[in-house]
C-alpha cells in the first residue's frame, strides 16, 4: 500500500463517515466555552427558518463546523475531465487510472529537484485531517473531511530559490488510462498554479485521502491539491508534476477562457462568472444529496478571508478575479 494508512493519524483526527451526522454533538462537546459562544452566535441566522452556520470553523480554518457532505456524494458528483463530462463520469471511469507505482517530478527554481516516488513525498510531513468547504465555480459546494499534508512542508523540502515566484502543478495525462483525454476540451495536461505564498499558505493542502481512507480514483488519487478559498478548478487532480517559476505559469481554464476564470480564481460572491451570479452556491451536504441541495450565500474568499484576505492587500479583486 502506497498510502500511509489512517493509522498513521491520531484515531481522534479522522472523521469517518459512520458519525458524520454526529458530529454536531461531538464538536458541542469538544469545544472550549468561548468557542460555543461562537458557536451560539452563528445559530442566530437563520434563513428560511433553516440555521445556515451550525457551528464556527476552527480559527486556523483547518476544520470547518458546516455539516459535511456524505461520501456517497463526495465520491460520485465529481469534475474530473480526463474522465469525462458528466459528473457521474468520473466515479464510473476512473477506475482505469493506474496509481502505483506513483511519481512526482520536480523542477524549475529550487536546489533540489528530481524524480520522486510518491512514497517519498508523503514522507516530507505527517498525514492530518483538514474539513475544508469545496466551491467549484459552476455554483455547487461540499463539505469533504480530507487527509493529506500541508502543502507548505512539501514544498519547502525542495528549497526554493528567489526567484521561485510562482508553482505549477500538471496532472497526469495518459490517454490509455484516461479515455476522455480524445475528446480535447481542454489543452492536455490539465495545468494549475498558484503564486508562491499562496502556495506557503496554511491552508493550502495536498490531499490523499477522505474520510479517513486513500483517495479515490474519481477525487485525484493518489495526490491532489485542495484551495479551500479558491473555485474548485485551481484544486488540481492527480498531481505528476511540480515547478517553481518566476513568471505566471499557464494554467488549464484561465489559458482555454481567460474572461470566464482569472489566473486567481479566489472565491467571490461580487464577481459574477459572465454567464451565471456567483453570488450563492447549492450546498450539497448531509442528507441534502446533489439533488436535493438548497443554495446559501456564497461567501468572499469562500469564508477563508480571515485566514487569507492578507494574502491579497492592495490588489483589486476585480481586476485579479
Ligand atoms: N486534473 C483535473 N483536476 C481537476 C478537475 C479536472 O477536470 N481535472 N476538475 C476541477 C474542478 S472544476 C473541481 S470543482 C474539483 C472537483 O473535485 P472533486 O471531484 O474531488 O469534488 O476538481 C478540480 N480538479
Ligand atoms: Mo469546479
Known sequence: MLIRPPADIPESQVT??????????????????????LAACSRGEEKDGVPTQVVADSPDGF???????????????????????????????????????????????????????????????????????LRCVEGWSMVIPWLGLPLAAVLQHFKPTSRAKFVAFTTLADIEQMPALADGVLDWPYKEGLRIDEA????AFLATGLYGKALPNQNGAPLRLVV????????????????????????????????????????????????????????IAGTASKLFA????????????????????????????
Request: cysteine-free; hydrophobic content about 35%; aromatic content about 12%.
Open 16 to 37: 469517518p463517515e459512520s458519525v458524520y451526522l454526529s458530529r454536531r454533538k461531538l464538536i458541542g462537546v469538544a469545544l472550549s466555552a468561548p468557542m460555543l459562544a
Open 63 to 133: 476544520r470547518s463546523g458546516e455539516e459535511l457532505t456524505r461520501l456517497q456524494d463526495v465520491t460520485s458528483y465529481n469534475n474530473f475531465y480526463e474522465f469525462g463530462l458528466g459528473k457521474g463520469d468520473p466515479s464510473r471511469q476512473a477506475g482505469s487510472l493506474r496509481t502505483q507505482p506513483w511519481s512526482v517530478t520536480v523542477a524549475g527554481h529550487a536546489e533540489v529537484t528530481g524524480r520522486f516516488t510518491l512514497e517519498d513525498v508523503l514522507k516530507l510531513a505527517p498525514a492530518s485531517e483538514r474539513i475544508y468547504r
Open 200 to 203: 506557503m499558505h496554511p491552508l
Open 228 to 283: 479551500p478559498w479558491k473555485y474548485g478548478f485551481k484544486s488540481i487532480k492527480s498531481i505528476v508534476a511540480i515547478e517553481f517559476t518566476e513568471t505566471m505559469p499557464t494554467t488549464s481554464w484561465n489559458a482555454s477562457a481567460p474572461d470566464e476564470y482569472g489566473f486567481y480564481s479566489n472565491v467571490n460572491p461580487d464577481v459574477a462568472h459572465p454567464r451565471w451570479s456567483q453570488k450563492s452556491e447549492r450546498r
Open 294 to 321: 438548497e443554495r446559501i450565500p456564497t461567501r468572499p474568499f469562500n469564508g477563508y478571508a480571515a485566514q487569507v484576505a492578507s494574502l491579497y492587500a492592495g490588489m483589486n479583486l476585480r481586476q485579479w478575479f
